[in-house]
């Protein structure tokens, strides 16, 4: 483990003073979270941040009720997307100039993925496979698969096992591969890749590569520039709190920005907007990634999220996410031994992101019965409860509490009560 101190051999007291010492533990006091509850869901949607309810009051009173129009200009929301985007690029190591917030994380890739394949189509014509994980986040998939069968003319998406990834794609690397779309952190098992080893080897076989951050922004140190990527997409409602739908950001390398072909060529990528020009033309540099006008009550919103990052040391995130996780496996594998449950985190900490999955045969109804006592998860297909643990806001008690009532629901069996087995829209 990191840390000698976070072993089995601990106690509730142990974590206590263990959290006393957190040199984090202030930043509990940027989040507004219900009392009596542990939130271990932030790797699906943030909670609010403080001050969220009154920032979107000013915006919808003094910016639109009194500004009104004006505030284009006077409060600055002409400028949201690049402003956020600045933001942005400091958390993931993209450098200035590289980002924008606009849009979803599936229309962001829709984008990018289309202008990439226009790139290889004008270098390298032959190239139409596109590759994607089979775990990837099935939208990734759906977006990429849409695309090609729009493309048509023998486009086409392959689906590669975690494993050939990790391996540095031996077997699917070929001269057909255009653009390979990877999830920095896989979504179901919290399984993290390589950024540098696997776009150096997508680069190898002459392919481009977009990066899905949905799962890693936020939660652990990137360096989009100094790995050599070329495009990456994600959201800002996980790791990042900016809330429900809040809207998600692209970031392009600099040696790619103004070849980039914007498919979906809107008035707010325009070079001259406002010149309302019955012909488009792209903006230089990172604007051309806009489409249509912005979203600024949800933009004001996110950007409180964004702030906090500011001030965060990323490195000692990395530190407690990976003691916190530590001490999630260790309480499983000791205290849940009698019961049919497997971890499928990597231990290693250099394949691990900020979550922890185990597996259960009633991994929904267990679940269910533990946000019940107010420790909240979430569940997957197949099996898989997922817990997020993300170290602004969740301390090492918390970590003990959730197995110790894991332990109780198992042992007592309660998940087997009839509402347990109730599933709503969303699971």
Not at 114 to 126: F, I, W
Not at 128 to 138: A, K, M, S
Not at 207 to 232: F, K, N, P, R
Request: aromatic share 8%.
């Amino acid at each position: 483990m990191t840390n000698p101190e976070l072993s089995t051999t601990l106690d509730r007291p142990a974590c206590e003073r263990i959290d006393a010492e957190d040199p984090l533990r202030d930043f509990r006091d940027e989040f507004i979270l219900p009392p009596d509850t542990i939130y271990l869901d932030g790797n699906s949607l943030g909670p609010r941040t403080k001050g969220a309810a009154e920032r979107a009051q000013e915006v919808i009173e003094d910016e639109w009720g009194t500004g009104l129009i004006r505030s284009w200009n006077s409060a600055g929301w002409f400028d949201l997307p690049a402003t956020l985007g600045e933001k942005v690029a400091g958390i993931v190591g993209g450098g200035a100039g590289s980002t924008v917030v606009t849009d979803t994380t599936s229309i962001n890739l829709f984008k990018a993925a289309s202008a990439a394949l226009k790139m290889q189509a004008a270098d390298s014509p032959d190239r139409r496979v596109i590759l994607t994980q089979r775990e990837n986040f099935p939208s990734d998939i759906y977006m990429l698969q849409g695309l090609a069968k729009q493309l048509g003319n023998g486009y086409e998406v392959r689906l590669v096992d975690d494993a050939e990834v990790t391996a540095g794609f031996p077997n699917t690397m070929t001269a057909e591969v255009a653009l390979v779309v990877l999830t920095h952190v896989n979504y179901r098992t919290g399984r993290l890749f390589d950024m540098d080893s696997t776009t150096s080897a997508i680069h190898a076989g002459g392919a481009l590569v977009i990066w899905d951050l949905c799962h890693s922004a936020g939660a652990l140190e990137i360096d989009l520039a100094g790995s050599g990527a070329d495009m990456a997409i994600g959201c800002t409602y996980k790791f990042l709190n900016g809330g429900p739908g809040s809207p998600a950001f692209i970031w392009v390398s600099e040696a790619l920005q103004n070849r980039f072909t914007q498919p979906l060529s809107g008035w707010w990528g325009h070079a001259k907007p406002f010149e309302m020009s019955p012909d488009y033309a792209p903006a230089e540099g990172i604007r051309r990634y806009l489409t249509g006008t912005q979203g600024i009550i949800s933009m004001s919103v996110a950007e409180l999220g964004l702030d906090i990052f500011n001030r965060v040391d990323m490195s000692a995130v990395r530190t407690k996410s990976l003691q916190l996780s530590d001490l999630f496996i260790d309480l499983v594998e000791s205290r849940l031994a009698d019961h049919p449950v497997e971890i499928v985190t990597p231990r290693e900490h250099s394949h691990r992101g900020s979550q922890v999955s185990i597996t259960h045969p009633e991994g929904f109804a267990i679940m269910s019965a533990l946000i019940e006592r107010g420790i909240i998860g979430d569940y997957r297909e197949p099996e898989v409860l997922r817990f997020g643990l993300t170290p602004l806001y969740i301390g090492f008690t918390e970590v003990w509490d959730t197995v110790e009532a894991l332990r109780d629901i198992l042992d007592d069996r309660t998940w087997d009560a009839p509402q347990h087995k109730v599933r709503g829209a969303v699971t």
